[in-house]
């Protein structure tokens, strides 16, 4: 199940269970649209991956014991190693290869 963490890895935006703006890769780190577009390229600094929206877990049950309050997200804020240099250097390196052929 995923953590939903609760920030962006980059520039620490909050990013609530219910954002249209997190992004995550196959391993779930989790970062803002803007720095996925602006800075990242849509390469994940730290498996090199892609990014996709991240999904919204619902709030209301419908089915018996699965939603947000059953699940809640995760409150550990995670913040990437790496410097914004260091970053920009990785994606330059992936950033013309398909995410399929990575």
Known sequence: MLDLRPNCEN??????????????????CTFCRKCV??????VCPNC???FCPRPIRPVTA??????LTHQPASS???HTPYTEDEI???AA???QIQPWER
């Open 11 to 28: 520039c620490d935006k909050d990013l609530p269970p219910d954002s249209s703006e997190a992004f995550i890769c196959t391993y779930e």
């Open 37 to 42: 577009e602006l800075i990242l390229e849509n």
């Open 48 to 50: 090199g991956g892609n």
């Open 62 to 67: 419908r089915r018996n014991d699965v939603s």
């Open 76 to 78: 550990t804020r995670v």
């Open 88 to 90: 920009r250097q990785f």
């Open 93 to 95: 390196t992936a950033k």
